[in-house]
């Protein structure tokens, strides 16, 4: 285990370089518009970050010990189909409720 006096300098030094990363855009940038180039790409941003957290979990859950599920793959589908109608909020609910609903009637599959 880690030292209490080590621990709380980590915790310290984490906690400034959190600080100074997003003081970066917000208090530097803050007051001042982007450029046109810089906007263009940081707004793909959100789109590649929740296809890259929900890959994982479908391709290789660690639920399942890395199998492939069918499960999973027809409950990301249905977030997909969903998610490209009525946006990110309904394609959450819709690959929740698949999940659980496919798990809870075909438990042995």
Not at 75 to 82: D, E, N, S, Y
């Amino acid at each position: 285990m880690i030292d209490t006096g080590d621990f709380w300098l980590l915790t310290l030094l984490l906690g400034i370089g959190t600080f100074l990363i997003r003081f970066s855009f917000l208090g530097i940038f803050g007051g001042r518009s982007l450029p046109d180039w810089a906007q263009l790409h940081l707004k793909y941003v959100g789109v590649s970050v929740f296809p890259a957290l929900v890959a994982p979990l479908v391709m290789w859950p660690e639920a399942t010990g890395g199998q492939i599920d069918p499960i999973r793959i027809v409950a990301a589908l249905a977030a997909f189909l969903i998610g490209l109608r009525f946006g990110v909020i309904w394609s959450i609910c819709a690959g929740m409720g698949t999940l659980y609903a496919l798990q809870v009637l075909l438990p042995n599959l």
